[in-house]
């Protein structure tokens, strides 16, 4: 009984463990106003960063801190306006 006990106790121990990753991230988008007259796609550069906590193999925590340009050109000048989002 005990032999079994200090096996289940082993394996509990070995499911429960945890890592800790962090990267970046980094990509492009293009964007545009909707049902705004003679724009045009514009595009924005995404970049931020990650960190994934897990606690075992179906279950963790991430948070995430992403900075991407969004906005649109006009047609027929050189107007560009950008919105910013954190």
Same mark, same amino acid.
């Given at each position: 009984?005990?032999?079994?006990?200090?096996? /289940?106790?082993?394996? =509990?121990?070995?499911?429960?463990?945890?890592? /800790?990753?962090?990267?970046?991230?980094?990509?492009?988008?293009?964007?545009?106003?909707?049902?705004?007259?003679?724009?045009?796609?514009?595009?924005?550069?995404?970049?931020?960063?990650? =960190?994934?906590?897990? =606690?075992?193999?179906?279950?963790?925590?991430?948070?995430?801190?992403?900075?991407?340009?969004?906005?649109?050109?006009?047609?027929?000048?050189?107007?560009?306006?950008?919105?910013?989002?954190?």
């Amino acid at each position: 009984m005990i032999f079994l006990f200090s096996l /289940l106790f082993i394996d =509990v121990k070995i499911v429960t463990a945890q890592s /800790l990753s962090a990267g970046p991230i980094i990509g492009a988008n293009i964007s545009t106003l909707s049902d705004a007259p003679n724009t045009k796609n514009l595009p924005g550069l995404s970049i931020g960063g990650f =960190v994934n906590y897990s =606690v075992n193999e179906h279950f963790g925590l991430c948070a995430k801190l992403l900075f991407s340009q969004l906005g649109t050109a006009y047609i027929g000048n050189t107007d560009i306006t950008r919105f910013n989002c954190h």
